[in-house]
């Protein structure tokens, strides 16, 4: 099967360079995946440290268990709003 594959991919270019073109997108998608899925995981874990870190501080300090989920729930939350004014009816996104 495999000589059949390869004296196919030999005899007509415009196949061999379809292939060796998707072979590479598909390695390109697997490779931002991974690299997405790792940063994301990664953040997440520093995230994590940070936040233990800043109780460990406060506890080191000698705030109470109230104060320190006072400071933690009053951390700001940042949110994004923009729109595209698209014609007649824009577009307004949130996230």
Same mark, same amino acid.
């Given at each position: 099967?495999?000589?059949?594959?390869?004296?196919?991919? *030999?005899? /007509?270019?415009?196949?061999?360079?379809?292939?060796?073109? %998707?072979?590479?997108? +598909? @390695?390109?998608?697997?490779?931002? $995946?991974?690299?997405? +899925?790792?940063?994301?995981?990664?953040? =997440? +874990?520093?995230?994590?440290?940070?936040?233990?870190? @800043? =109780?460990? *501080?406060?506890?080191?300090? %000698?705030?109470?268990? /109230?104060? +320190? $989920?006072?400071?933690? =729930?009053? $951390?700001?939350? =940042?949110?994004? *709003?923009? $729109?595209?004014?698209?014609?007649? %009816?824009?577009?307004?996104?949130?996230?």
């Amino acid at each position: 099967m495999w000589p059949q594959v390869v004296e196919t991919l *030999s005899r /007509d270019p415009g196949i061999l360079l379809g292939a060796i073109l %998707g072979t590479l997108g +598909i @390695l390109a998608g697997t490779a931002i $995946s991974i690299t997405a +899925i790792t940063t994301d995981a990664w953040r =997440k +874990i520093r995230q994590t440290e940070d936040n233990n870190a @800043l =109780k460990q *501080s406060m506890l080191d300090r %000698g705030m109470t268990a /109230d104060e +320190i $989920s006072t400071v933690m =729930k009053a $951390s700001p939350q =940042k949110r994004a *709003s923009f $729109s595209f004014n698209a014609g007649r %009816g824009g577009v307004r996104c949130e996230a």
